[in-house]
């Protein structure tokens, strides 16, 4: 497989920093070079998210939970696209691109992230999605136009489906904050581009997309 000059985006998802680094770095590394990639489906997780978020329209940021600052929701579901990202004080040709799901604005004009999540999965914790937050809020305070806003907090609103009655499913809420760190999100922003402007990586122990791919090469 022969590298091309140029990848074909250099727009990072921050959805990468929480699951394309931890899933196959190979199959992530195919993805920014040759934009292949195995087909995903996955069925209402538009539908829910779009629903969460025309819930709180307008909402103030105490309606979501309690111990958020007095603010109210004014944005959900727009795009950001972040100034390209430094590495030891040189420009990178990378950048981040992507969609949040919540804004809420404080009363000092900082900012509040929250995303969205409907789920049962254990994963859904302030840890493992911390990247992907922290990349919105670098791209809210270094925009690719204009100036930035401090981003005072971030967080988590997860529905957890919990049973179902006659006329449709039931959730239980919970807001769980996300606090910032930025050690550790520069260091796997360093590790995502050194990764990606190297060689093609090795596949992920456990990448599923691979192993169906050597299984099924193995049949010519």
């Not at 009363?107 to 919105?136: N, T």
Request: glycine share 6%.
């Amino acid at each position: 497989m022969k590298k091309p000059a140029t990848p074909t985006r250099s727009t990072i998802r921050p959805s990468d920093l929480t699951f394309g680094l931890s899933t196959c770095r190979r199959c992530l590394w195919i993805f920014y070079w040759f934009k292949v990639q195995a087909p995903m489906v996955m069925p209402l997780v538009s539908t829910l998210a779009d629903q969460q978020e025309k819930l709180f329209q307008g909402a103030t940021l105490r309606d979501i939970d309690s111990a958020l600052g007095d603010g109210k929701i004014t944005k959900w579901g727009q795009f950001i696209n972040s100034s390209k990202i430094k590495l030891n004080g040189e420009e990178t040709r990378w950048r981040f691109y992507g969609k949040y799901d919540v804004l809420g604005e404080n009363s000092d004009g900082s900012l509040a992230i929250i995303d969205c999540k409907v789920s049962d999965s254990d994963r859904d914790s302030a840890a493992h999605y911390a990247p992907q937050l922290e990349a919105y809020a670098y791209s809210l305070e270094n925009p690719a136009v204009g100036e930035g806003q401090r981003v005072d907090s971030m967080g988590l609103l997860v529905w957890n489906p919990d049973h179902a009655e006659p006329d449709g499913f039931k959730v239980r809420q919970k807001y769980v904050p996300v606090p910032r760190d930025t050690v550790r999100f520069n260091a796997l922003v360093e590790d995502l581009i050194t990764m990606l402007e190297g060689e093609i990586p090795n596949s992920g122990v456990d990448c599923q997309t691979c192993k169906f791919l050597n299984a099924r090469n193995a049949l010519d």
